[in-house]
């Protein structure tokens, strides 16, 4: 008996002991959500997320300018007033990292640059050559005020140069001396901008959300008239997410509308923007999607527009 329970306590001994199981790591916060429901990423508005991520918008897109045209037929030449369309192309680009330096704040730093030329018979000559790009930061304080609501302050400045070619806005102000002040045809000029925005989302359910912005906005021309504009903006968009009702498509959805409004008679000019997208929702920490917008409104020339964008939105979190 002695003997069996030595063989028996021998075997015991020399089994493998089994190590004990790792406790689970918990899943990873996702700052980018409100009672179940993960926000998508628009470029039409702000979000009130206090988040470390690395975005990329990409835009690509035509329009239409109101014009006048130069009639050669008088002499002088005569120029009438908002006489025909004018069809031109657009590009945007631009790239920003936020970091989430505290539980409720973070800072941004970014590059965004655009290019307008004048595509077809007059164009080039009417709406030009426009060329823009500017370095931007800003900071952003964000609170959870209740479960499926969150709110946020945040403050944004750009500046860079902003590069025209308008050849018939110089002679049109050249006519009357009869020779041409190239300054009236190349407007190169530093730009400042600084806002001051607002920003609520509400999570209705895990599959909808709405997000709402209002905005204060002030931009300034570091030119020898140190002209500057102020205006008010509001935004917000509706957005469905598949995901949460059926686990094998992770598709969603938005739509989005914002417009752009003077603060007095030389503010900023009037803009109108709506749009919608689809978005793959399948991974928590990426946001990809394409987003169609149209606007309306008027250049920075002061000529009347309507334009299309397709615009690519990437965003990665971590």
């Given at each position: 008996m002695h003997r069996a329970l030595a063989v028996l306590a021998i075997v015991l001994a020399s089994l493998p002991v089994a190590a004990p199981r790792a406790a689970e790591a918990p899943p990873e916060p996702d700052h980018y959500a409100l009672?179940?429901?993960?926000?998508l990423v628009s470029h039409i508005v702000q979000d009130p997320f206090s988040v470390t991520s690395f975005g990329m918008n990409f835009a690509v897109g035509v329009g239409q300018a109101l014009g006048p045209s130069l009639d050669l037929s008088t002499s002088p030449p005569t120029v009438v007033a908002n006489s025909r369309w004018y069809d031109y192309a657009g590009l945007m680009q631009q790239f920003d990292f936020t970091a989430r330096i505290l539980e409720n704040l973070s800072?941004?730093?970014?590059?965004?640059?655009?290019?307008r030329q004048g595509a077809g018979n007059g164009s080039a000559l009417v709406v030009g050559t426009s060329l823009r790009v500017a370095g931007m930061g800003g900071v952003k304080g964000s609170v959870a005020v209740a479960?499926?609501?969150?709110?946020?302050?945040?403050?944004d400045i750009g500046y860079g140069p902003h590069l025209n070619f308008l050849l018939l806005q110089g002679i049109k102000q050249s006519l009357p001396s009869n020779s041409i002040d190239w300054s009236n045809v190349f407007k190169d000029r530093s730009s400042l901008t600084a806002s001051l925005t607002g920003a609520a989302a509400w999570a209705i359910r895990p599959y909808l959300g709405l997000i709402a912005n209002a905005q204060y906005l002030h931009s300034k021309n570091e030119s020898v008239d140190k002209a500057s504009?102020?205006?008010?903006?509001?935004?917000?968009?509706?957005?469905?997410?598949a995901l949460p009702l059926v686990d094998w498509l992770p598709v969603g959805a938005n739509v989005a509308y914002g417009?752009?409004?003077?603060?007095?008679?030389?503010?900023?000019?009037?803009?109108?923007?709506?749009?919608?997208?689809v978005y793959y929702t399948g991974r928590p920490h990426l946001s990809l999607g394409v987003e169609v917008e149209h606007r309306r409104g008027k250049l920075d020339t002061e000529l009347k527009s309507k334009q299309t964008l397709a615009w690519v939105n990437f965003r990665y979190f971590w």
């Open positions: 009672a179940g429901h993960h926000f800072v941004r730093a970014g590059l965004v640059a655009g290019l479960p499926g609501v969150r709110l946020s302050l945040s403050g504009q102020d205006g008010f903006a509001g935004a917000g968009s509706l957005e469905f997410d417009q752009v409004g003077s603060n007095g008679s030389s503010g900023l000019a009037w803009q109108e923007v709506s749009g919608g997208g």
